[in-house]
C-alpha cells in the first residue's frame, strides 16, 4: 500500500523560506497528479499546489502563486513545495494528496486525491 511522508515544516517569521518534501513508499505509483494542501483549525482543506507523474503540468492556488514552487525529482516519487516570502496566514498543516490518474488534470478539490500524508506543521510568525 502506498504511503506518503511530509517533512520539513517549522516555525519560521515572516519573509522566510522553507522546503517540504514528501516521498511516496510502499507501492508501485505509475501515472499520477499529487498536490499539496493545507488546513487551518475549522477550516476546510485548501489546495496549494500539484504536479503531474511527469513534471510537465503544475497548478497553484492564487495566494500563492508566484511564491510558492512545486517541483519532483525526476527518478522517484518525491515531491518538493518550495514557500518563499512566508506569511502568517501560511500557517497551517500542509497535507501531501496523490490520486492515480491517466490524464494531465489537477484537481484542486480534496476529495478527488486517495492517498494523504500525515501532515506537517508550518508557522510563521509576524
Known amino acids: 500500500q502506498v504511503q506518503l511522508v511530509e517533512s520539513g515544516g517549522g516555525l519560521v517569521q515572516a519573509g522566510d523560506s522553507l522546503r517540504l518534501s514528501c516521498a511516496a513508499s510502499g507501492g508501485y505509483v505509475s501515472t499520477y497528479t499529487m498536490g499539496w494542501f493545507r488546513q487551518t483549525p475549522g477550516k476546510e482543506r485548501e489546495f496549494v499546489a500539484g504536479i503531474t507523474w511527469n513534471g510537465g503540468r503544475t497548478a497553484y492556488a492564487d495566494a500563492v502563486q508566484g511564491r510558492f514552487t512545486i517541483s519532483k525529482d525526476t527518478t522517484k516519487t518525491i515531491i518538493y513545495l518550495q514557500m518563499n516570502s512566508l506569511k502568517p496566514e501560511d500557517t497551517a498543516v500542509y497535507y501531501c494528496?496523490?490520486?492515480?490518474?491517466?490524464?494531465?488534470?489537477?484537481?484542486?478539490?480534496?476529495?478527488?486525491?486517495?492517498?494523504w500524508g500525515q501532515g506537517t506543521q508550518v508557522t510563521v510568525s509576524s
Open positions: 494528496a496523490l490520486r492515480w490518474t491517466l490524464t494531465v488534470e489537477i484537481p484542486t478539490q480534496a476529495n478527488e486525491y486517495t492517498i
